[in-house]
């Protein structure tokens, strides 16, 4: 979303900075629902944006720092709104079915302040989210995690299997 925008990398932390104060009403952007289950995808959310850039009606800035065209900023405000209301919803709706006693926020998207404010204010349970330095990519904590494995010589072969609910 922020390459699509031009405004640079990483893209979480770009897109907070230059939606504080944004609009994100300007532009009403879809919903990525997958009814009947807690599954998202956000593919369709980005080629609005897209069309919106191919379309002239949100400029793409280019540049480190200056000023964000103001209809960058509410593009990106109504992505992030968007995300962030799918990824609340969602959680909450998995919670109730599951009946959980509380949320733990976590991961690289876990720094985003909207993120975090809208799911305190709408979760009917406590939710625990860390500081958000200690809110990294995921992909740091598997890294961690094969390193210690391979610490302790565990070995995998290179046609391993995916296992989503491996045992850390």
């Not at 609340?88 to 991961?107: E, N, S, Y």
């Not at 690289?108 to 993120?115: F, I």
Request: aromatic residues 6%; proline residues 8%; positive net charge.
């Amino acid at each position: 979303m922020a390459r699509l925008l031009g405004l640079g990398y990483p893209g979480g932390p770009v897109i907070q900075r230059v939606t504080e104060g944004a609009a994100p009403a300007s532009y009403r952007l879809p919903r990525a629902w997958l009814r009947s289950s807690h599954d998202f995808s956000f593919s369709g959310l980005k080629t609005a944006v897209l069309r919106l850039v191919e379309e002239g009606k949100v400029p793409r800035h280019v540049g480190e720092g200056g000023a964000v065209p103001e209809a960058s900023a509410e593009a990106a405000a109504a992505f992030q709104e968007s995300v962030t209301d799918v990824l609340v919803t969602k959680t909450i709706a998995a919670a109730r079915k599951h009946g959980v006693g509380q949320i733990l926020l976590a991961g690289g998207v876990a720094a985003n302040k909207a993120l975090r404010e809208t799911m305190l204010q709408r979760s009917p349970v406590p939710v625990l989210i860390p500081p958000p330095a200690l809110c990294t990519d995921n992909a740091a904590m598997v890294a961690s995690c094969g390193y210690f494995r391979f610490q302790r010589g565990e070995r995998a072969p290179l046609d391993i299997d995916v296992y989503p609910s491996l045992r850390l």
